[in-house]
C-alpha cells in the first residue's frame, strides 16, 4: 500500500510551439504525459482523487486504454523505447482511439483504475492551469521486496516475463524465486 500526490503542469509555451505537431515530443519533459504501463508492481489497483477540477482535456485528464491491462490486448514490448518504457502517441490514436477513456471531474472525484493498462495524464496546454491528484495504491507484491516472485509457465504473461528475464537476466534474478528462473532458461 502507498500513497503518492502528483502536480502536473502546463506545458511550457515553448516547447508547445516547438513540438506541437508532434504529441510525444512536446511531452517528453513530462513522461508521465505518455502511455505507458505501470510496471512499479506485480499486481496492483490504484485510486485516484482529483484535488483540482478536470472538467475537460486541456484541464489534464487522466486517460485509459479500455481493457488494455492484459498483455494478450497489446504487446508494448513490440513498441517499447526501454529507455523510457513509453508508447508512441501515434500507435494509440491510430488504433485504439475509441477505446480511449477519459476521467472528467470536480475536486473530490475519485477513480479506480488498473494501471497495468496503458495509461496518461493528458498534457496540459492550458496557460495558468494546473492539476493536482491524489493516487492510493495497493499491491499485492512489490517487485523485489519482501519475498521473491514465482511466475508459472501457466500465467498469461510468461514468455514476455521470459523474454524479459533472458535480456537482462542480473536483474530479475533478485526479483523471482529459483524455480522460476529454471522455467526462463
Known amino acids: 500500500m502507498g500513497i503518492n500526490s502528483w502536480l502536473t503542469l502546463q506545458i511550457p509555451s515553448e516547447q508547445i510551439q516547438i513540438s506541437s505537431s508532434n504529441y510525444d515530443s512536446m511531452t517528453s519533459i513530462y513522461d508521465a504525459q505518455q502511455w505507458h504501463r505501470d ?14 477540477d478536470v472538467n475537460k482535456e486541456s484541464d489534464g485528464c487522466f486517460q485509459i486504454i479500455n ?34 477513456h477519459s ?23 492550458q496557460k ?27 500465467h498469461a504473461s510468461f514468455d514476455i516475463w521470459k523474454e524479459m528475464v533472458n535480456k537482462n537476466y542480473e536483474l530479475f534474478s533478485t526479483v523471482f524465486k529459483k524455480e522460476t528462473l529454471i522455467n526462463f532458461k
Not at 39 to 52: E, G, M, S
Not at 112 to 120: E, K
Not at 129 to 153: A, M, P
Open 39 to 52: 510496471c512499479d508492481n506485480f499486481r496492483d489497483i490504484k485510486i485516484f482523487i482529483y484535488l483540482t
Open 67 to 100: 481493457n488494455s491491462n492484459n498483455f494478450s490486448f497489446f504487446s508494448p514490448f513490440k513498441y517499447y523505447n526501454y529507455k523510457s518504457l513509453r508508447v508512441p502517441n501515434k500507435i494509440i490514436t491510430n488504433k485504439y482511439k475509441l477505446s480511449i
Open 103 to 125: 476521467f472528467f471531474g470536480n475536486k473530490g472525484t475519485c477513480f479506480i483504475a488498473d494501471t497495468r493498462a496503458l495509461h496518461r495524464g493528458l498534457a496540459i496546454t
Open 128 to 154: 495558468k492551469q494546473v492539476r493536482f491528484i491524489l493516487e492510493l495504491y495497493f499491491s499485492n507484491h512489490l517487485l523485489g521486496k519482501d519475498k521473491k516472485l514465482e511466475i508459472k509457465t501457466e
